[in-house]
């Protein structure tokens, strides 16, 4: 007889998308994501994070103060790395994302042929990005729903 407690799939891609996004290094906000085909597998994860050769340590990552002494010029989102990091074509595919996209990201994942995206948090839900992302969804019809309770943490050693 099988075991009747296991994870769920929804559990273990948001668990993958979670356990990603404990590599940013990002002091503020920690975004991972994980792309999964219709056969449910996973086929590009990513996370919030510098470009390929940019040093973590020779650029901002704060949040306030003057548009080049911040993070936001610099980083790419997790999304963003999830679909660059791709072993396959990614239509009919489904995001798992531990923060719902902002607008640029909405653009991407329109793009590549995702057509599902799984959240946890829309912490951001009142500003204009936002906005202008979810509009973009719900035109290219692409389904959206958020989960909750799927939580992992981690301790960090010496």
């Known amino acids: 007889m099988k075991r009747a407690r296991y994870l769920g799939w929804d ?5 993958v998308a979670t356990l990603s996004s404990f590599r940013s290094k990002d ?4 975004v991972g994501a994980c792309i999964v085909n219709p056969e449910k597998r996973i086929v590009g994860i990513g996370y919030n994070g510098l470009p390929k050769g940019c040093s973590d340590d020779l650029f901002p ?9 911040t993070k936001y010029p ?17 239509q ?10 902002c607008n640029e990201c909405a653009k991407l994942i329109i793009q590549s042929g995702i057509t599902e ?3 946890q948090s829309d912490k951001n839900q009142h500003t204009k990005e ?8 719900d035109a290219a019809g692409i389904m ?4 909750e309770g799927v939580v992992l943490s981690y301790e960090e050693t010496d």
């Open 61 to 69: 990552w704060d949040s306030e103060g003057g548009y080049l002494e």
């Open 130 to 137: 936002f906005q202008a992302s979810k509009k973009m969804l």
């Open 144 to 147: 959206v729903r958020k989960v």
């Open 27 to 30: 002091p503020s906000t920690q």
């Open 117 to 119: 995206i799984v959240y």
């Open 11 to 15: 559990a273990y891609f948001m668990g």
């Open 92 to 101: 009919g595919s489904a995001i798992y994302v531990t923060l719902f996209p």
């Open 74 to 90: 610099y980083v790419v989102h997790a999304e963003a790395n999830a679909i660059l990091n791709a072993t396959t074509p990614l």
